[in-house]
């Protein structure tokens, strides 16, 4: 069963444009939501998140939409660069009574191209 | 920020030879230590979770034999995987959070385990 889904599997945008990569969760008991990037060869690193209370959260050219009532939630990345180049997974964090689970997307690769 | 070092970031070895990978938390202290498993293009999928001092537990379908955990300190996690073969062949990656709600999990950079 995957609880979070994510969409598309691949993205090629030019430089300069806007990057958004779509995720859907079926879970309502998940209460955080990060995003990771990971470049080819390395680990992920968290790149934003938010929790289900907040509609947006922005940093630098980062910025996630959270949609609580339609379980959904995006990553946009304006102003794309070839740097931004790299694999993305949403997530999602169940946390209580004693319990921790991540479960991720499927992941997105970007390619921006020059 | 919290590092996460992981040890060695690739190996190649031969059938049967048992590989242990090291995961280290530079600058916090990790109660809890994650092990996933990637293959190429894929997700990361969770094969065990361990908290120190505690044996580990791993997720449905893991070998326990297969992949040894040991958690003995707060800092210091290691995956052993046992009598190598071919399709033990994958990027492993480590993970640790520390203690209390807030903690965010943070990643080792991974190590390629290539099996011949």
């Known amino acids: 069963q995957q609880q979070v889904k994510q969409s598309p599997q691949s993205l090629i945008v030019q430089k300069g444009g806007i990057s958004i990569i779509n995720c859907a969760y079926e879970n309502t008991a998940f209460d955080y939501f990060p995003w990771y990037q990971q470049f080819p060869g390395k680990g992920p690193a968290l790149l934003i998140a938010i929790r289900p209370d907040v509609s947006e959260k922005k940093e630098g050219r980062f910025t996630i939409s959270f949609n609580k009532s339609a379980k959904q939630f995006s990553l946009h990345i304006m102003d794309s660069q070839p740097g931004d180049s790299a694999t993305y997974f949403c997530?999602?964090?169940?946390w209580g009574a004693g319990s921790y689970q991540l479960t991720f997307g499927k992941g997105t690769k970007l390619s921006v191209i020059p | 920020g919290a590092v996460v070092s992981q040890h060695p970031s690739r190996v190649i070895c031969k059938s049967g030879t048992s590989v242990k990978i090291e995961c280290r938390s530079l600058d916090f202290q990790a109660t809890t230590m994650f092990w996933y498993r990637q293959f190429p293009k894929q997700s990361l999928m969770l094969m065990a979770t361990s908290n120190e001092g505690s044996k580990a537990t791993y997720e449905q379908g893991v070998e326990k034999d297969k992949f040894l955990i040991n958690h003995a300190s707060l800092t210091l996690s290691t995956l052993t995987v046992t009598s190598a073969h071919p399709e033990d062949s994958s990027f492993y990656i480590c993970?640790?959070?520390?203690?209390?709600?807030?903690?965010?999990?943070?990643f080792g950079d991974g190590t390629r385990l290539s099996i011949l």
């Open positions: 993970s640790a959070r520390g203690r209390g709600f807030n903690q965010p999990q943070h």
């Open positions: 997530a999602a964090l169940l």
